[in-house]
C-alpha cells in the first residue's frame, strides 16, 4: 500500500467533509438564523468546518513536505490557493466573531454575516477546481 496516496485520500475525506460543512452550514443559516440559538449552533458547525479546512490543507502541505514531492502548481494554481487561504482565515474569524457578539447584534447583522460566510465558502469552492485541475 502506499503511504503517502493513503495519507492524501485521509486528508482529502477531512476536506471534502470541511467543504460541505462550510457551505451548507453557512446556506442553511440564511433560513434558519432568525432564530437566534439555531445561528449560534451553525456557527460553531461553521466554525469547526473551517478549522477542518485549514488543518487539511495544511496536512497536504506537510504530506508533501514529508515525501519531498511538492505539486508543481502555476500561477494560476498559486492564486487559487492564496485565495482559499484568504477565504478560510477570514471566515473563520467572522464565525469566530459572530459566536462572541452575535447575540447581541441585529436581525439584519446576522444576516449579513451569513451571506459573508456564505461567500467565503462558495469562493473557496469555486478556487479549489482551479487548485485542483492548473497543479
Same mark, same amino acid.
Given at each position: 500500500?502506499?503511504?503517502?496516496?493513503?495519507? #492524501?485520500?485521509?486528508?482529502? *475525506?477531512? %476536506?471534502? &467533509?470541511?467543504a460541505?460543512?462550510?457551505?451548507?452550514?453557512a *446556506?442553511?443559516?440564511?433560513?434558519l438564523?432568525? =432564530?437566534?440559538?439555531?445561528?449560534?449552533?451553525?456557527?460553531?458547525?461553521?466554525?469547526?468546518?473551517?478549522?477542518?479546512?485549514?488543518? $487539511?490543507?495544511?496536512?497536504?502541505?506537510?504530506? $508533501?513536505? #514529508? #515525501?519531498?514531492? &511538492?505539486?508543481?502548481? $502555476?500561477?494560476?494554481?498559486?492564486?487559487?490557493?492564496?485565495?482559499? *487561504?484568504?477565504?478560510?482565515? $477570514?471566515?473563520? +474569524?467572522?464565525?469566530?466573531?459572530?459566536?462572541? %457578539?452575535?447575540?447581541?447584534?441585529?436581525?439584519?447583522? =446576522? %444576516?449579513? *454575516?451569513?451571506?459573508?460566510?456564505?461567500?467565503?465558502?462558495?469562493?473557496?469552492?469555486?478556487?479549489?477546481? +482551479?487548485? =485542483?485541475?492548473?497543479?
Amino acid at each position: 500500500m502506499d503511504l503517502q496516496n493513503l495519507g #492524501y485520500a485521509l486528508t482529502q *475525506v477531512v %476536506h471534502n &467533509f470541511g467543504a460541505s460543512v462550510v457551505i451548507g452550514g453557512a *446556506v442553511a443559516s440564511l433560513w434558519l438564523a432568525p =432564530r437566534p440559538e439555531l445561528g449560534r449552533s451553525l456557527a460553531w458547525l461553521v466554525l469547526s468546518g473551517w478549522a477542518a479546512q485549514m488543518a $487539511s490543507g495544511a496536512a497536504f502541505g506537510a504530506i $508533501s513536505y #514529508y #515525501y519531498g514531492q &511538492f505539486p508543481d502548481l $502555476s500561477a494560476i494554481a498559486m492564486v487559487a490557493l492564496a485565495l482559499k *487561504v484568504a477565504c478560510a482565515v $477570514s471566515a473563520f +474569524f467572522l464565525a469566530a466573531f459572530y459566536l462572541l %457578539h452575535g447575540a447581541s447584534q441585529s436581525t439584519a447583522w =446576522r %444576516h449579513g *454575516v451569513w451571506l459573508i460566510l456564505a461567500a467565503l465558502g462558495a469562493t473557496a469552492l469555486t478556487a479549489a477546481a +482551479f487548485l =485542483r485541475w492548473f497543479s
